[in-house]
T-cell receptor, first 114, second 113 residues
Framework: KAGVTQTPRYLIKTRGQQVTLSCSPI?????VSWYQQTPGQGLQFLFE???????NKGNFPGRFSGRQFSNSRSEMNVSTLELGDSALYLC?????????????FGPGTRLTVT | AQSVTQLDSQVPVFEEAPVELRCNYS??????LFWYVQYPNQGLQLLLK??????LVESINGFEAEFNKSQTSFHLRKPSVHISDTAEYFC???????????FGTGTRLKVLA
């Protein structure tokens, strides 16, 4: 099976702009989670989608939003970018919501805001 | 709310020496515990996990972790490290109530020749 793919891999944006990141989960996986990774902060959970519904949400402002499509692909959108949004954004998929399933991570999208 | 603490942000160790990476989590009725490894410019990969049963779990590349319920710890150990083990290691807890994965801030293991 192909792994989790994320596009684009690298992105440079200017403050105030918006950005959309894409994630394709492993075939058959219905749960997709998004994380923000910054040095010293580790992975901060953004949200999780399962069967097109947001099931969990982290403590991020409303500028961060996401959605999931019927084929389980997911997009994350950040509006009105700030310098502090510069980070590696990781997407992870798993077989089910809840339970002991491990998450499979994509390589991430590195976003730089100037 | 559930939290995960990795006290050591960086751990330098010489090749073939033993290493322990510490992980503590806040108490919960039921949790699943994971260690993930991140090599440079890559996403995270599962190293090992504890779900239930034997408190000692092992990975295929020589790492092991022990679940200690009374100390709410899940420390990762390897008796003899290799240069190729240089990476960042993340401890994670999946809360059985909220289903959220909570990650620690990571420990950067640097193996020195």
């Amino acid at each position: 099976k192909a792994g989790v793919t994320q596009t684009p891999r690298y992105l440079i944006k200017t403050r105030g702009q918006q950005v959309t990141l894409s994630c394709s989960p492993i075939s058959g996986h219905r749960s997709v989670s998004w994380y923000q990774q910054t040095p010293g902060q580790g992975l901060q959970f953004l949200f999780e989608y399962f069967s097109e519904t947001q099931r969990n949400k982290g403590n991020f402002p409303g500028r961060f939003s996401g959605r999931q499509f019927s084929n389980s692909r997911s997009e994350m959108n950040v509006s009105t970018l700030e310098l502090g949004d510069s980070a590696l954004y990781l997407c992870a998929s798993s077989d089910s919501l809840g339970g002991a399933d491990e998450q499979y991570f994509g390589p991430g999208t590195r976003l730089t805001v100037t | 709310a559930q939290s995960v603490t990795q006290l050591d942000s960086q751990v330098p160790v010489f090749e073939e020496a033993p290493v322990e990476l510490r992980c503590n989590y806040s108490s919960s009725v039921s949790v699943y515990l994971f260690w993930y490894v991140q090599y440079p410019n890559q996403g995270l990969q599962l190293l090992l996990k504890y779900l239930s049963g034997s408190t000692l779990v092992e990975s295929i590349n020589g790492f092991e972790a022990e679940f200690n319920k009374s100390q709410t710890s899940f420390h990762l150990r390897k008796p003899s490290v290799h240069i190729s083990d240089t990476a960042e290691y993340f401890c994670a807890v999946r809360d059985s109530g909220t289903y959220k994965y909570i990650f620690g801030t990571g420990t950067r293991l640097k193996v020195l020749a």
